[in-house]
């Protein structure tokens, strides 16, 4: 349907332009002959020969052509000649500029029954001018014709009567034919002398604030009262569909409401706080014991917010307007809202225009406005409008610094509390992930995912003491995370194996299974009850010597702390598909559907949004989701359900997904610096070390060095499937074992040499396959 549009569009685009150039060249042959009519009524001669058996040379302008012509239409219809002359470049102008708005047939028709008209009236009245000393009737022998005729049937009475009907029914029909062409320059006249207005006012249209709170305006003006921005956005006055400029308010006339799209100024940035006072948090024991980190670490924001300069987003929504014109899409800009990154346009369709039709059209507007990349939202959720989302002219970075100043970051009690960014607004967006329960990210290399994971993690650390959040990151690059080595939050050293990457997700199922039946034996529904219920029993008054103390075992009661929420980083998802796809899916399924209530956590990243990587099992249990900039619709399609992520700008630019929200948000993700992250871990490291927990990944090394070490002892788990698999096909290789059973090569290789030695399959025989020996 799209390949199908866009032909369909492109057709009406060159049949515009011929027709464009078809009347452009009436018009100016049009012009030449009215040129020629009036250059040869002005060298009128009454000397001069204007009929061919006449001699004498001819004293005419244009000599014996222009002779003939002036004698003829001063002999026909007298001084009507000059008005009947000047008609025609008139009337080509307007065939050139009505472009379909102008019905030249009734023009004509007027044209001719004015003509009509005002010579019977001349003719009747029986004037004469004298031209060069000849005398000559006005109204010319037409003109006494049809006086004659017209007295001769009605009388002198009739004869005026009927004259003056034939002037006034042709003056109507040239009035209704030009009427939208005249409709249009009445309304475009205003605007047309912007400068001969007064300019007491400073802003031509009214700037609304974010917030709820009015701001006075300095002097009395007739325009607007100032409103909320989230009011609904005022509704232009109707204007006709080709009017070059919508009209602005004047301030002679208060009682006309602005006509122009309104502007949504950006949300203000808060002062900075000089708080040396932790922000707040939920637990008792953690304000004894450690002291959350400083705002002052994060580098401050500059100035780098711009005026709003009105003019120039006026004269982006004309261009919008123009250019979906271009491609038969009527509408208006109803709202303007310029934000740190993009400005979002509100398009309003005319009625009849499909949505699908403007959606398709991202690619050629981007084009035409010389814009890096064009995103289109149609339609915004719960408004009757597209937005039309176009970057800035001078793009705002986003810090840390003033997203973790906010009061929506101060007044969070969440320890698992994550600023994301700023919306398109310039609007902190913090979110809790403990409501998400758990995040899914894509995004290309370069896109800026790695700076937001770091952005995270440092929200958790801002937040959350050890007692409160522990951390398991896995990192395989072995890079991206190593900054946070030795953070008392660790749980676990920064895993880089994948193979231990799926030990760690076993151990984290195993602790959820335990934790649930902790919570299901104090008879409460998730981490958060049963913290609470240990702190007003008092069971938790004194912290025992592990940081953050994990569920004990059901069968060896201990004293009861507060549980921690355990959070699971994944900075790559792919390499632990490629290793062991199937056990890797059925962990992180098994977590992100059982593991919310018992206080465990999942973030997962990857640059690589396949199929294969983010699997249909994966993406239906995490419905928090963050796309970066990604290389194809077909990426986006598989992150988000949707296409758009291919039209972000990087750098941090993204779109979020929330489970309780409709539609996508777009998010400016906010940057953080190497040394502010060191200066945080440093903080950390220096009011004591992690106390790690080597079961995460003891259980998975010893299996390992088992297998490796060939024990006969040691049967592998999926040796009877593939003995299975084996006997059933009828083929005995390693590859096929591999490929069938998804495990590594030396695993498969030990299967098919334990299969020798039990007698299912006969010797390797060079390059030939196995004989298998026991068949089904």
Same mark, same amino acid.
């Given at each position: 349907?799209?390949?199908?549009?866009?032909?369909?569009?492109?057709?009406?685009?060159?049949?515009?332009?011929?027709?464009?150039?078809?009347?452009?060249?009436?018009?100016?042959?049009?012009?030449?002959?009215?040129?020629?009519?009036?250059?040869?009524?002005?060298?009128?001669?009454?000397?001069?020969?204007?009929?061919?058996?006449?001699?004498?040379?001819?004293?005419?302008?244009?000599?014996?052509?222009?002779?003939?012509?002036?004698?003829?239409?001063?002999?026909?219809?007298?001084?009507?000649?000059?008005?009947?002359?000047?008609?025609?470049?008139?009337?080509?102008?307007?065939?050139?500029?009505?472009?379909?708005?102008?019905?030249?047939?009734?023009?004509?028709?007027?044209?001719?029954?004015?003509?009509?008209?005002?010579?019977?009236?001349?003719?009747? #009245?029986?004037?004469?001018?004298?031209? /060069?000393?000849?005398?000559?009737?006005?109204?010319?022998?037409?003109?006494?014709?049809?006086?004659?005729?017209?007295?001769?049937?009605?009388?002198?009475?009739?004869?005026?009567?009927?004259?003056?009907?034939?002037?006034?029914?042709?003056?109507?029909?040239?009035?209704?034919?030009?009427?939208?062409?005249?409709?249009?320059?009445?309304?475009?006249?205003?605007?047309?002398?912007?400068?001969?207005?007064?300019?007491?006012?400073?802003?031509?249209?009214?700037?609304?604030?974010?917030?709820?709170?009015?701001?006075?305006?300095?002097?009395?003006?007739?325009?607007?009262?100032?409103?909320?921005?989230?009011?609904?956005?005022?509704?232009?006055?109707?204007?006709?569909?080709?009017?070059?400029?919508?009209?602005?308010?004047?301030?002679?006339?208060?009682?006309?409401?602005?006509?122009?799209?309104?502007?949504?100024?950006?949300?203000?940035?808060?002062?900075?706080?000089?708080?040396?006072?932790?922000?707040?948090?939920?637990?008792?024991?953690?304000?004894?014991?450690?002291?959350?980190?400083?705002?002052?670490?994060?580098?401050?924001?500059?100035?780098?917010?711009?005026?709003?300069?009105?003019?120039?987003?006026?004269?982006?929504?004309?261009?919008?307007?123009?250019?979906?014109?271009?491609?038969?899409?009527?509408?208006?800009?109803?709202?303007?809202?310029?934000?740190?990154?993009? @400005?979002?346009?509100?398009?309003?369709?005319?009625?009849?225009?499909?949505?699908?039709?403007?959606?398709?059209?991202?690619?050629?507007?981007?084009?035409?406005?010389?814009?890096?990349?064009?995103?289109?939202?149609?339609?915004?959720?719960?408004?009757?409008?597209?937005?039309?989302?176009?970057?800035? !002219?001078?793009?705002?970075?986003?810090?840390?610094?003033?997203?973790?100043?906010?009061?929506?970051?101060?007044?969070?009690?969440?320890?698992?509390?994550?600023?994301?960014?700023?919306?398109?607004?310039?609007?902190?967006?913090?979110?809790?992930?403990?409501?998400?329960?758990?995040?899914?990210?894509?995004?290309?290399?370069?896109?800026?995912?790695?700076?937001?994971?770091?952005?995270?993690?440092?929200?958790?650390?801002?937040?959350?003491?050890?007692? /409160?959040?522990?951390?398991?990151?896995?990192?395989?690059?072995?890079?991206?995370?190593? @900054?946070?080595?030795?953070?008392?939050?660790?749980?676990?050293?920064?895993? @880089?194996?994948?193979?231990?990457?799926?030990?760690?997700?076993?151990?984290?199922?195993?602790?959820?299974?335990?934790?649930?039946?902790?919570?299901?034996?104090?008879?409460?529904?998730?981490?958060?009850?049963?913290?609470?219920?240990?702190?007003?029993?008092?069971?938790?008054?004194?912290?025992?010597?592990?940081?953050?103390?994990?569920?004990?075992?059901?069968?060896?009661?201990?004293?009861?702390?507060?549980?921690?929420?355990?959070?699971?980083?994944?900075?790559?998802?792919?390499?632990?598909?490629?290793?062991?796809?199937?056990?890797?899916?059925?962990?992180?399924?098994?977590?992100?559907?059982?593991?919310?209530?018992?206080?465990?956590?999942?973030?997962?990243?990857?640059?690589?949004?396949?199929?294969?990587?983010?699997?249909?099992?994966?993406? !239906?249990?995490?419905?928090?989701?963050?796309?970066?900039?990604?290389? #194809?619709?077909?990426?986006?399609? @598989?992150?988000?359900?949707? /296409?758009?992520?291919?039209?972000?700008?990087?750098?941090?630019?993204?779109?979020?997904?929330?489970?309780?929200?409709?539609?996508?948000?777009?998010?400016?993700?906010?940057?953080?610096?190497?040394?502010?992250?060191?200066?945080?871990?440093?903080?950390?490291?220096?009011?004591?070390?992690?106390?790690?927990?080597?079961?995460?990944?003891?259980?998975?090394?010893?299996?390992?060095?088992?297998?490796?070490?060939?024990?006969?002892?040691?049967?592998?788990?999926?040796?009877?499937?593939?003995?299975?698999?084996?006997?059933?096909?009828?083929?005995?290789?390693? #590859?096929?074992?591999?490929?069938?059973?998804?495990?590594?090569?030396?695993?498969?290789?030990?299967?098919?040499?334990?299969?020798?030695?039990?007698?299912?399959?006969?010797? #390797?025989?060079?390059?030939?396959?196995?004989?298998?020996?026991?068949?089904?």
């Amino acid at each position: 349907m799209t390949k199908r549009a866009g032909k369909s569009v492109a057709l009406e685009g060159r049949r515009e332009a011929a027709l464009s150039w078809l009347r452009l060249a009436v018009a100016l042959a049009l012009l030449a002959v009215a040129a020629v009519l009036l250059t040869a009524l002005a060298g009128y001669d009454p000397a001069d020969p204007w009929r061919p058996d006449e001699a004498g040379a001819a004293r005419n302008w244009l000599g014996p052509l222009g002779a003939v012509v002036a004698g003829v239409l001063y002999g026909g219809v007298g001084l009507l000649a000059w008005p009947a002359a000047l008609a025609l470049p008139l009337g080509g102008w307007l065939f050139w500029k009505g472009r379909g708005q102008v019905a030249m047939l009734p023009l004509c028709c007027g044209g001719l029954w004015a003509l009509a008209g005002a010579g019977a009236l001349l003719g009747q #009245s029986g004037l004469t001018i004298a031209i /060069q000393g000849q005398s000559l009737a006005v109204g010319g022998l037409a003109g006494q014709a049809a006086a004659s005729g017209l007295t001769a049937l009605a009388g002198a009475g009739g004869a005026w009567a009927a004259g003056g009907m034939a002037l006034a029914g042709g003056a109507a029909l040239i009035g209704h034919a030009t009427w939208p062409l005249l409709g249009q320059a009445l309304a475009w006249r205003p605007t047309s002398e912007p400068e001969a207005a007064p300019r007491t006012t400073p802003r031509p249209e009214p700037i609304i604030a974010p917030d709820k709170r009015p701001e006075p305006t300095p002097e009395p003006t007739p325009t607007p009262a100032v409103e909320p921005a989230n009011a609904p956005a005022l509704e232009p006055a109707n204007a006709p569909a080709l009017e070059p400029a919508p009209p602005r308010p004047r301030p002679q006339k208060p009682a006309a409401p602005a006509a122009g799209p309104r502007v949504v100024a950006p949300a203000p940035l808060e002062p900075p706080k000089p708080s040396t006072e932790a922000a707040p948090c939920r637990s008792e024991n953690a304000a004894q014991r450690f002291a959350l980190p400083s705002v002052e670490l994060l580098r401050l924001p500059g100035e780098q917010h711009a005026q709003i300069d009105h003019d120039q987003l006026m004269e982006k929504s004309r261009l919008v307007e123009s250019k979906l014109a271009d491609y038969h899409v009527a509408g208006h800009v109803a709202e303007v809202a310029p934000g740190p990154v993009v @400005t979002v346009f509100e398009f309003k369709p005319a009625p009849g225009v499909k949505i699908s039709k403007v959606a398709g059209l991202a690619d050629d507007l981007a084009m035409n406005l010389r814009a890096q990349s064009i995103r289109i939202v149609a339609p915004i959720p719960g408004k009757a409008a597209i937005g039309i989302e176009i970057p800035s !002219a001078k793009r705002q970075k986003v810090f840390l610094r003033e997203l973790l100043d906010s009061d929506h970051y101060r007044q969070a009690q969440s320890p698992l509390t994550v600023a994301l960014g700023k919306d398109i607004l310039g609007r902190p967006v913090i979110e809790d992930l403990c409501r998400m329960p758990h995040l899914l990210i894509a995004g290309a290399t370069g896109a800026g995912k790695s700076v937001f994971i770091n952005s995270l993690v440092l929200s958790i650390l801002y937040k959350s003491t050890p007692d /409160q959040v522990r951390l398991i990151m896995v990192d395989p690059k072995r890079i991206e995370l190593s @900054t946070y080595n030795d953070v008392p939050h660790l749980l676990h050293p920064i895993i @880089t194996s994948p193979k231990e990457a799926t030990a760690g997700l076993r151990w984290a199922v195993a602790e959820m299974e335990r934790r649930y039946t902790l919570l299901a034996a104090h008879g409460v529904r998730n981490i958060g009850s049963f913290n609470d219920k240990l702190r007003a029993e008092g069971l938790a008054a004194e912290p025992d010597g592990r940081l953050g103390g994990l569920a004990p075992d059901p069968e060896r009661p201990a004293r009861l702390t507060p549980l921690p929420h355990v959070l699971i980083i994944i900075d790559e998802l792919a390499d632990l598909m490629m290793v062991s796809s199937k056990d890797v899916e059925g962990l992180i399924t098994r977590l992100a559907q059982m593991a919310r209530a018992s206080g465990i956590h999942l973030v997962l990243a990857t640059q690589r949004p396949s199929v294969d990587v983010i699997t249909g099992l994966i993406k !239906a249990n995490f419905p928090a989701r963050i796309s970066f900039q990604v290389s #194809s619709r077909i990426d986006s399609r @598989t992150i988000l359900d949707q /296409q758009g992520a291919e039209h972000l700008l990087g750098a941090g630019d993204m779109l979020f997904l929330h489970p309780s929200t409709p539609g996508l948000k777009r998010v400016h993700g906010a940057f953080v610096s190497d040394g502010e992250i060191e200066d945080v871990v440093e903080h950390w490291k220096n009011q004591g070390r992690p106390n790690y927990d080597e079961s995460v990944v003891a259980a998975a090394e010893g299996d390992e060095d088992a297998a490796a070490d060939g024990d006969d002892d040691v049967v592998d788990e999926l040796y009877q499937d593939a003995v299975r698999l084996v006997r059933q096909s009828g083929q005995a290789s390693i #590859s096929f074992v591999q490929r069938r059973l998804r495990v590594g090569y030396n695993r498969a290789a030990r299967m098919i040499e334990q299969m020798e030695q039990d007698g299912v399959v006969g010797p #390797s025989d060079g390059s030939r396959p196995r004989e298998v020996l026991l068949r089904d």
